[in-house]
């Protein structure tokens, strides 16, 4: 994919190939906050479909390389709740028709203009995953973003909210002794909306399946389970460790960290 780099209050130019496109959106700075706001938004062709942070059986989580940035200290990007699809390759978790990535911005000199300097390397994939790259740069400043806002805030709505344990009435527990143990897990439910629930290890390395509904839970509760497998080479699947689950119920999302003993 090749890149256009365009210099605009509200957008960069997109850079697109036959299957995708992306580009770089700004976002208008929330008032008494430091930080600015921003998008990468992805459209894809009919049929194609991008990845999550964690691509599930297959495919490439995206990556961003904000290097060379001016007035950036810090570009934290966030990601909006995933779907689950089911092909003839798997599970994957990711995005179709398109998606926008927030991404916070903490300037080195709050309320000079940063321009962002992105590196873009992700996957698009309909029968067959294929490697996409694009490269984009914007200039903006707190006051600029209102083109976009609308588009912006929904994406930032979308993303799971942080949520305690206790919170979300979510437990996580150990129920074999196998070589790979199975985990149930327990979430306390809002009615019968339907249910989806996501695991991510500790860093990267870690591969875990996507939990899978089970029966026997009490009403107002659900239950799930999943076996400790895909974890790094040398990590005991007995040993205690903190695992994240990303729960999905209808239009609600929330991200709970929780230790698994």
């Keep these: 994919m090749l890149g256009t780099f365009a210099h605009a209050a509200d957008e960069s130019a997109w850079s697109n190939d036959m299957r995708s496109a992306m580009r770089l959106i700004a976002g208008a700075a929330k008032s008494g906050d430091a930080k600015l706001r921003a998008g990468v938004e992805i459209k894809l062709q009919p049929g ?16 961003f390389d904000f290097a060379g940035s001016d007035n950036v200290a810090r570009a934290k990007v966030l990601y909006p709740a995933p779907h689950l699809f089911n092909d003839e390759t798997g599970n994957s978790l990711g995005y179709k028709t398109g998606v926008i990535f927030p991404v916070q911005i903490t300037p080195k000199q709050p309320g000079k ?37 609308a588009a912006l805030a929904a994406a930032e709505n979308s993303v799971p909210k942080p949520a305690t344990a ?48 089970a029966q ?46």
Excluded: Q
Excluded at 49 to 62: A, E, M, Q
Excluded at 202 to 207: G, I, M, T, V, Y
Excluded at 219 to 239: I, M, Q, S, Y
């Design 48 to 63: 194609w479909k991008t990845y999550w942070r964690y691509p599930g059986d297959s495919g490439v989580p995206p990556r």
């Design 113 to 149: 203009p940063v321009t962002l300097r992105l590196k873009f390397d992700y996957a698009v994939c309909e029968k067959l995953c294929i490697p996409a790259e694009g490269k984009a740069e914007l200039t903006f400043t707190p006051t600029d973003g209102a083109a976009n806002e």
């Design 166 to 213: 206790a919170e979300a009435g979510l437990t996580a527990r150990r129920v074999t002794s196998a070589a790979k143990p199975l985990v149930e897990v327990a979430i306390k439910a809002d009615g019968n909306k339907p249910m989806t629930v996501f695991v991510e290890g500790p860093s990267a390395e870690w591969a875990l399946p996507i939990p899978t509904p």
């Design 216 to 261: 026997g839970a009490p009403a107002g509760t659900r239950h799930f389970g999943f076996e400790l497998d895909g974890l790094p080479p040398g990590v005991d699947p007995k040993a205690a460790f903190d695992l994240t689950f990303t729960v999905v119920e209808g239009e609600r999302a929330i991200e709970v960290t929780t230790h698994l003993d």
